[in-house]
């Protein structure tokens, strides 16, 4: 199995941020107990989107308190206003019961209006209004807390972003250094000629299959409708070795084999799609073997 190209597919970043499914998920732990390659990575992972979520994570508004006290009201009514009037009726409120107190014969009132109704004031219990609040403090909180994983989640977005930039990073420069360290490779410095003298590439040709790789160190973006392309000086004739990619920064270029016995390399800068023989008047860099 090829480890580094399942590290590299993405789907680690995806197990952290919980996007895989069911299957993919136990795939993965089960990856991880049988590699610790994909362990390591894994863990470093985790550790980056924590780092990262650490790094962004937003505390509560500080107004949020005293917005949801401000629409609480504990004014409590510790007794019912009762008016002289009703003091006199033959039923009494007394802690939320209707109790009859009894009345003498010589004492008994006459009922004037049967059909008359008695005013009473409604109490709202302390529990109640305690409720509400309660209520009105989880529907802020639960809007307060939809924001913020709604902010979370493009976070880990940018995050898993980052990741696979940081990721294409550490490979090309482990790529490169494998390169150099290489013997099979002879490297070839092509430095800037007065067309761009701030221009570098390196070169790496293998005598024995003729590969070459480029590391574009610094060229200028090419223009709309132009392309650079490469060169090697065969037997004092320039031999085409392809096209260099548009996105060229921060990759190594694999480009067409060469003949034994090259002496130079070049760059000139050319039509889309490259010519057939150089255009010497925009040659840009060149380093000999």
């Known amino acids: 199995m090829n480890i580094q190209a399942y590290i590299e597919s993405g789907i680690l970043e995806e197990y952290v941020l919980g996007t895989v499914s069911p299957q993919e998920k136990q795939e993965v ?6 590699y610790p390659e994909i362990k390591e990575e894994l863990l470093r992972t985790e550790s980056a989107l924590e780092e990262y ?5 937003t505390a509560p508004p500080a107004s949020l308190k005293d917005s949801i006290f401000a629409q609480m009201n504990f004014d ?7 008016s002289d009037e009703e003091t006199t009726n033959s039923e009494d409120i007394r802690n939320g019961e209707f109790v009859e107190i009894p009345v003498t014969a010589e004492e ?20 109640a209004k305690l409720a509400v609040a309660a209520t009105v403090l989880l529907a802020l909180f639960a809007g307060w807390a939809a924001t913020e994983v709604s902010g979370t989640k493009k976070s880990n ?20 250094a494998a390169m150099y360290r290489d013997q099979r490779y002879k490297v070839i410095r092509l430095a800037g000629l007065p067309k761009s003298p701030e221009s570098s590439v390196a070169a790496f040709w293998d005598p024995k299959t003729n590969e070459v790789m480029l590391d574009v160190k610094k060229l200028p973006p090419a223009p709309a409708g132009k392309q650079y392309q490469l060169w090697s000086i065969v037997d004092g004739k320039p031999m085409d070795n392809g096209m260099l990619d548009d996105e060229f920064e921060n990759k190594l270029l ?18 889309e ?8 008047e925009e040659m840009y ?5």
């Open 53 to 57: 979520a650490l790094k962004h994570q």
């Open 285 to 289: 860099v060149m380093g000999e073997v």
């Open 157 to 176: 977005e940018a995050l898993a972003s980052e990741i696979q930039e940081l990721k294409k990073t550490t490979d090309y420069s482990q790529q490169l």
């Open 29 to 34: 732990e089960c990856m991880s107990h049988i």
């Open 76 to 82: 409590s009514t510790d007794s019912a206003e009762v």
């Open 254 to 271: 694999r480009m067409k084999e060469t003949r034994s016995g090259a002496v130079a390399f070049a760059i000139t800068l050319e039509k």
């Open 273 to 280: 799609g490259g010519n057939p023989t150089p255009t010497m």
């Open 108 to 127: 008994a009132p006459i009922v004037t209006d049967v059909f008359s109704k008695t005013q009473i004031r409604e109490v709202t219990p302390f529990w």
